[in-house]
């Protein structure tokens, strides 16, 4: 079987996790990633990083991601929201991500939690940074 360049990013970076910082260092960094507002095509890939990035037991309140459904849900009711969502893609296969979810009463809804991740082998070289400033771009203009 032939994967594509995205999914093989993503084999890499479960094995990265799997092995350590040997493989995170072989593998490409921030070159050709870019950052976009998520979309419905972005669902299962953003599944991924954020299962991958879960799993990690260390950063996020959840253990292992949402089921797919669940997670797709997610996505779906942020984009019908107008909540930010973007995330850092190569080719296809998400890399990163950031979301703000607005506070539920209108009372507070210029408030929200803020969420984000990024695979392991692209920290550190300032995609968070990106991530974030898409995202206050968006709410300064929203
Ligand atoms: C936290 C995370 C999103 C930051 O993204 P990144 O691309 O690695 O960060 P950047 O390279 O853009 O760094 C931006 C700034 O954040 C700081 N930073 C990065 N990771 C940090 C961390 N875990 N704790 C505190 N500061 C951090 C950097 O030092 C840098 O500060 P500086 O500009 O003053 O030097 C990313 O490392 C990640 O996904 N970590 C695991 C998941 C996680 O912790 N998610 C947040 C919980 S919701």
């Not at 950052?35 to 959840?62: G, N, Q, W």
């Not at 969420?115 to 920290?123: C, D, E, H, S």
Request: proline share 4%; charged share 20%.
């Amino acid at each position: 079987m032939r994967f594509g360049a995205g999914l093989r990013h993503v084999c890499l970076e479960y094995l990265a996790v799997c092995e350590g910082d040997l493989v995170a260092a072989m593998t490409p960094k921030t070159s050709g990633i870019s950052v976009e507002p998520i979309t419905a095509a972005h669902i299962d890939s953003f599944h991924r990083a954020l299962d991958l990035v879960a799993r990690e037991k260390k950063y996020l309140s959840m253990l292992e991601a949402t089921p797919l459904l669940q997670t797709r849900a997610f996505v779906t009711g942020m984009i019908a929201k107008g909540n930010p969502q973007f995330v850092a893609v190569i080719g296809e296969e998400v890399v990163g991500w950031c979301d703000i979810s607005r506070h539920f009463f209108p009372s507070h809804a210029h408030r929200g939690k803020l969420g984000m991740g990024i695979l392991p082998t692209y920290r550190g070289q300032a995609l968070g940074r990106k991530l974030i400033s898409r995202e206050s771009s968006k709410r300064a203009s929203s």
